[in-house]
Nanobody, 128 residues
Framework: QVQLVESGGGLVQAGGSLRLSCAASGRTFRNYAMGWFRQAPGKEREFVAVINWSGRKIYYQDSVKGRFTISRDNAKNTVYLQMNSLKPEDTAVYSC?????????????????????WGQGTQVTVSS
């Protein structure tokens, strides 16, 4: 069982920065790929970024490349999403997710259907 708790969301002006954190319970966190997803009102959930267990495989959605950085600290059971140069279109509820079905894998899933644990989400609002 894995429990995920996000934090760090809030209201920020366009061009500003936020760092989201996702704290995971369970000692096997370090074995899993971790992803960030977001969902804006009236829109489908979309992939933002993923990092595999080792940190060697990282992928981003095209719209956040160069602005967002995903990282993880396995000693702290935490994955981060550093968001810079925020835009109003980044406004959404951001959720982290864990893929516990692949252990110590180089595969880094980008589809939400490949994740089996989810956090409750944290709201990010970017004002223009």
């Amino acid at each position: 069982q894995v429990q995920l708790v996000e934090s760090g969301g809030g209201l920020v002006q366009a061009g500003g920065s936020l760092r989201l954190s996702c704290a995971a319970s369970g000692r096997t966190f370090r074995n899993y790929a971790m992803g960030w997803f977001r969902q804006a009102p009236g829109k489908e959930r979309e992939f933002v970024a993923v990092i595999n267990w080792s940190g060697r495989k990282i992928y981003y959605q095209d719209s956040v490349k160069g602005r967002f950085t995903i990282s993880r600290d396995n000693a702290k059971n935490t994955v981060y999403l550093q968001m810079n140069s925020l835009k109003p279109e980044d406004t959404a509820v951001y959720s982290c997710a864990a893929d516990s079905t692949r252990i110590l894998s180089d595969y880094a899933p980008t589809s939400g259907y490949e994740y089996d644990y989810w956090g409750q989400g944290t709201q990010v609002t970017v004002s223009s």
